[in-house]
T-cell receptor, first 112, second 111 residues
Framework: GDSVTQMEGPVTLSEEAFLTINCTYT??????LFWYVQYPGEGLQLLLK?????DKGSNKGFEATYRKETTSFHLEKGSVQVSDSAVYFC???????????FGAGTRLFVKA | DVKVTQSSRYLVKRTGEKVFLECVQD?????MFWYRQDPGLGLRLIYF???????EKGDIPEGYSVSREKKERFSLILESASTNQTSMYLC??????????FGSGTRLTVV
């Protein structure tokens, strides 16, 4: 079945460091890919998405590129801030599908 | 701004009580979902609904039921609460094939 695998956390970085959170997926066909962010005590928020191969999703300085050949959708940010501390979830859904498949989440801590 | 609203942020209930968790969305979305989130277990789908009065079991439906009488409202019911149902409950809605909009979550403690 479909699945999403993320790098294990926690990831701890200093402010202004470069961030990469790896995400790979297994799925038939051409799913849409998402990154969600969950701040402490809150629900998840959609951060960015990509719907086809080579698409780049971006938002709030974060970006991720849909790589069909490596079945990956790695999240990157050039310079993290303390306020980026959160849990990040990679996810996929098939076009016209009902259910989203979520990764386990990666916790990010950013130190001042 | 579009919203999914969960009726309670924090809830404490006694073992054996019947518990209702309410979720309302204002986006005219067809699909609504209930998840629970536990440390180390990630997000687990309890039930979802793709239309009024329609429901489908997710991965962990045991001990839960749902109700969707109106398009905008999706209720999760714990028929007889148990301590192993202590968790964060997240409601979400979406149009088919698109990203989810989540509520802020309800942290339920069963004592």
């Amino acid at each position: 079945g479909d699945s999403v695998t993320q790098m294990e956390g926690p990831v701890t970085l200093s402010e202004e460091a470069f961030l990469t959170i790896n995400c790979t997926y297994t799925a038939t066909g051409y799913p849409s890919l998402f990154w969600y962010v969950q701040y402490p005590g809150e629900g998840l928020q959609l951060l960015l998405k990509a719907t086809k191969a080579d698409d780049k999703g971006s938002n709030k300085g974060f970006e991720a590129t849909y790589r069909k050949e490596t079945t990956s959708f790695h999240l990157e940010k050039g310079s993290v801030q303390v306020s980026d501390s959160a849990v990040y979830f990679c996810a996929l859904i098939h076009t016209g599908g009902f259910k989203t498949i979520f990764g386990a989440g990666t916790r990010l801590f950013v130190k001042a | 701004d579009v919203k999914v609203t969960q009726s309670s942020r924090y809830l404490v209930k006694r073992t054996g009580e019947k518990v209702f968790l309410e979720c309302v969305q204002d986006m005219d979305h067809e699909n609504m979902f209930w998840y629970r989130q536990d440390p180390g277990l990630g997000l687990r789908l309890i039930y979802f609904s793709y239309d009024v009065k329609m429901k489908e079991k997710g991965d962990i439906p045991e001990g839960y039921s749902v109700s969707r009488e109106k398009k905008e409202r999706f209720s999760l019911i714990l028929e007889s609460a148990s301590t192993n149902q202590t968790s964060m409950y997240l409601c979400a809605s979406t149009l088919k094939g698109y990203g989810y909009t989540f509520g802020s979550g309800t942290r339920l403690t069963v004592v």
